[in-house]
């Protein structure tokens, strides 16, 4: 089997599955573009087994620590194991979840999203693309599905050189059908539908920030299908007004609210510019916006963002207002984004408590030494009276 010889104090000494061009000392065998490859370190010890593409910054990717391939058996286990995981998770709808999630199930660039009868697949590195067709006949000897829908029109394809594209990999096209979970129904569309169906990661956190919503004036900014101001509207809020800059996901958030006889208002605007503009009227904002970025180099440009609208914001939120901020991106620590809240309570010259800390669905695990796999994070604070 071809392979690399890692260098000394790379990141994969400490735990970590990544190896980067600049953490190779050589390679040996001619491993091509999407091979299975074997790792050693600079003693000629195995480290284990790991796909190989030299276009992206992360040229390996090790998904055992010993001589494995990527077959028909490999994928069934890991997908079975994924599923017996999720199989004990508390409170959590096995058929509306996340049952494969790349690193942290040992599948790198491997995601499955199950939705009852129907699978949403994602395969975001060379290695599981070249492979998606055995990756299909696993979930069908695991599931049985009615379908599996492959929806790879995710921007982070580019970095390993792949192009966006969606298909149906089993059985017919499902259209559009509901599901429901925390209560509310929503209408989603796997094929021509925006995104994955739902954000699965932030389920809990709409239930979260929900119970704390009843009686108050509610504005959901980024609402996407409108799953923060549905799940606030249901649990008694007087007045929910969602935002965001998308006409399709406008009119998916106002489907949902006819499904479930919620009475919201949808606004089709750019975030930025409705916060500039709006009156300072509510009890409750949301702010649960896309990546600002994508990567290390644009980190400081999307740290400005998030200071805007968190100032912006806070401006618009009356007397022990309460304030619900995401980040959903992996490059942004939870201390960053903190700092960065913090920063903008003090430009605004509000005192803010921290009420509750928000972060992805636990059918979305976290390896404690591959950081990456924890990307999102929130907190919701409330203004309190300047001492």
Request: with cysteine.
């Amino acid at each position: 089997m071809p392979g690399l010889i890692i260098a000394p104090r790379a990141r994969i000494f400490h735990g970590h599955e990544w190896v980067y061009a600049t953490e190779i000392k050589k390679s040996f065998g001619n491993p091509q573009p999407g091979d299975v490859i074997t790792l050693k370190d600079f003693r000629d010890r195995p480290l284990g087994s790991a796909i190989f593409n030299p276009a992206s910054q992360i040229v390996a990717r090790r998904f055992s620590r010993r001589r494995q391939d990527l077959d028909l058996d490999f994928f069934t286990r890991r997908i079975q194991q994924a599923i017996n995981l999720r199989a004990g998770l508390e409170g959590l709808d096995e058929k509306l979840c996340r049952i494969v999630w790349s690193e942290s199930d040992g599948i790198p660039g491997l995601i499955v999203d199950r939705y009852g009868d129907h699978l949403c697949v994602q395969t975001t590195t060379l290695a599981m693309d070249m492979r998606k067709d055995i990756i299909r006949d696993a979930l069908i000897a695991v599931l049985n599905p009615a379908s599996i829908t492959l929806r790879n029109d995710s921007p982070s394809r580019k970095a390993e050189g792949m192009e966006e594209s969606i298909e149906l990999l089993h059985g017919v096209n499902p259209g559009s059908f509901n599901v429901e979970t925390n209560g509310i129904t929503y209408e989603i569309d796997l094929i021509d539908g925006q995104k994955t169906g739902l954000y699965l990661d932030q389920l809990q956190a709409h239930a979260e920030v929900a119970k704390m919503s009843k009686g108050l004036r509610v504005l959901d900014c980024f609402t996407n299908q409108g799953g923060f101001a549905l799940a606030c509207k249901k649990a008694g809020a007087a007045k929910v007004t969602a935002v965001d800059i998308s006409g399709p996901a406008c009119a998916s958030a106002r489907r949902n609210a006819e499904l479930n006889g919620l009475d919201i208002e949808v606004i089709e605007a750019n975030v930025f510019d409705f916060l500039k503009t709006a009156k300072p009227e509510y009890d409750l904002i949301i702010l649960d916006p896309p990546s600002f970025t994508r990567n290390k180099k644009t980190l400081n440009d999307a740290m400005r963002g998030y200071k805007e609208i968190h100032l912006r914001a806070l401006k618009l939120l009356e007397k022990d207002g309460l304030l619900s901020t995401f980040c959903c991106s992996h490059h942004a620590s939870r201390e960053l984004f903190l700092d960065n809240l913090a920063s903008a309570s003090v430009d605004a010259k509000k005192s803010l408590r921290l009420v509750a800390e928000h972060t992805q669905r636990p059918d979305h695990p976290v390896l404690i030494t591959l950081p990456e796999t924890s990307y999102l994070k929130g907190f919701t604070s409330q203004l309190i009276a300047t001492r």
